[in-house]
């Protein structure tokens, strides 16, 4: 049970993961920092989705890790795209 629903969850997010590139490629806004925020959102909503209430298996922990991560590394991008457009303004 617990492999078939670690499968699940992988399916799921690959699913997600190609459907957001077909989206993001017909509305021609394709970019890896968009489809990196998407996906992470994604990831997020469907570990929710697919946590059980009840049991909590050993490996759930490793991907609110997995989570964790992502966001922090996101925060960074984040953070230096914001850098980024702040010194190409210039100040009067």
């Known amino acids: 049970m617990t492999t078939r629903h670690r499968v699940q969850v992988v399916r799921r997010q690959i699913g997600l993961m190609g459907a957001v590139i077909l989206m993001l ?40 890790r997995l989570g964790a991560l992502g966001l922090f590394v996101y925060a960074v991008i984040a953070t230096l795209r914001l850098s980024d457009l702040l010194s190409a303004v210039t100040l009067p």
């Open 25 to 64: 490629t017909a509305l021609e806004a394709l970019s890896y920092g968009l489809f990196f925020g998407v996906s992470l959102l994604g990831f997020l909503i469907v570990t929710e989705l697919s946590s059980s209430q009840v049991v909590t298996v050993p490996w759930r922990s490793r991907l609110r």
